[in-house]
Structure formats: C-alpha cells, structure tokens
C-alpha cells in the first residue's frame, strides 16, 4: 500500500518556500538566537526579510543545480503557519545526509521534532535512498538527542567545546543512524 502522507504528521506537513510569506516569519523568529544560528554563516544575528530571501534563493538555486540539498518548511497543519524548517545536505556517492532541523516557534519545539523527525527519516532512507543520515546537536540543545535516541539515532561522536553560544563553549554531539538500523526499528514498531 502506498503511502500517500510522506509529507504530513499529524500536526505538521512540509512544504516549498513561500518566497512571499516566509521571509517575514523567518525574520521574526530569527531573534531567538537558536533559530538564527542554524541561518547564519558566519555570526550569529537577527536577519531581515530581504536577508532571509536572499537565503532562501541561494537554497533553489543549489536544490536545481546541484542536486545535493533538499529542504522543506515545516507548518502547522490546521492553519498553514511556519514554525520552521528541515534541510539534509547529501553526499550522493556515499549515499549519507545531514540533517539540519530548526523550529523558530518555541510553542512547538518538542511537539514537532517528535512528529518530523520519523517523517523525515522515512523520507530520508526510503525516497532518497540514503544509507546513513546524520546530525551535529549542540549541547544547549541536548533535549532533542532523547528524540533522535528514540528514533533509532546513536550518538556517534562528541566534539569538546566547538560551539560558542550564550557567553561560553558548548559541546556538540554527533548522532548517526543508519538504514538497516531504521529498518529493524520499524519491524519493531509494526
């Protein structure tokens, strides 16, 4: 049977870019600093609308030619409204993605990282075909590494103080999950 809810969970769907709306809301949520980090190259602050659309271009523009990035906005199913986004950056010839998931909308932090990380990973293993699908977590974020754990994910590796954050040095943990590790918990599930 074919699944026809790839993108939906039961609160959340992912979609396109809104090159109009989007924009906005990204803004706003970019002066919670654990947002804006994920969007900043280099230091991290608050970015503008026309920043954010600038971004946003730069991210068509590698999904059509390079092929090597997909990325999605994560919504609120009953209104439509932005709380975020997902993106895996792929290295095709290894078959392994990282996964780079920020929710701008405190309100909605552990309820749609439970809801968005099995979708994404079904997505990941069984439409992309990737073998192994990564995530750099910083510490000041440890509360998602439960999630990741409960979803199959094992913590790889642990770079000391890599990360400067909120005055200090933080941690920042790698976990890694492979497909037949997925597979065998979906057995389980079942």
């Known amino acids: ?7 939906e969970s039961d609160d959340f769907t ?10 906005e809301v990204d803004s706003s949520y970019s002066l919670n600093l654990r947002y804006a980090r994920y969007w900043c190259d280099s230091f991290t602050k608050p970015l503008s609308k026309n920043e954010f659309k600038k971004k946003y271009e730069k991210i068509e523009k ?3 030619e390079t092929r090597s990035v997909v990325h999605f906005a994560i919504r609120t199913k009953v ?3 932005l709380i975020g986004f997902i993106r895996i950056h ?3 010839n290894h078959a392994v993605g990282w996964l780079v998931l920020s929710i ?3 309100e909605y932090y552990a309820k749609a990282e439970r809801q968005i990380i099995p979708l994404i990973l079904k997505y990941a293993f069984n439409e992309l075909n990737l073998f192994r699908l990564e995530v750099d977590l910083p510490e000041f974020e440890a509360e998602i590494g ?3 754990e409960e979803n199959g994910f094992q913590q790889d590796a642990l770079n000391r103080g890599v990360i400067y954050f909120d005055h200090r040095y933080w941690n920042e943990y790698l976990y890694g999950i492979l497909r037949p590790d ?7 599930k079942a």
């Open 62 to 64: 590698k999904v059509d």
């Open 90 to 92: 792929m290295l095709w």
């Open 182 to 188: 997925w597979e065998a918990l979906q057995k389980e």
């Open 104 to 106: 701008g909308n405190p």
């Open 1 to 7: 049977m074919i699944n026809d809810k790839l993108f």
């Open 79 to 81: 209104d439509h409204q």
């Open 146 to 148: 439960s999630i990741l």
């Open 14 to 23: 992912l979609t396109a870019i809104d090159f109009e709306k989007d924009p």
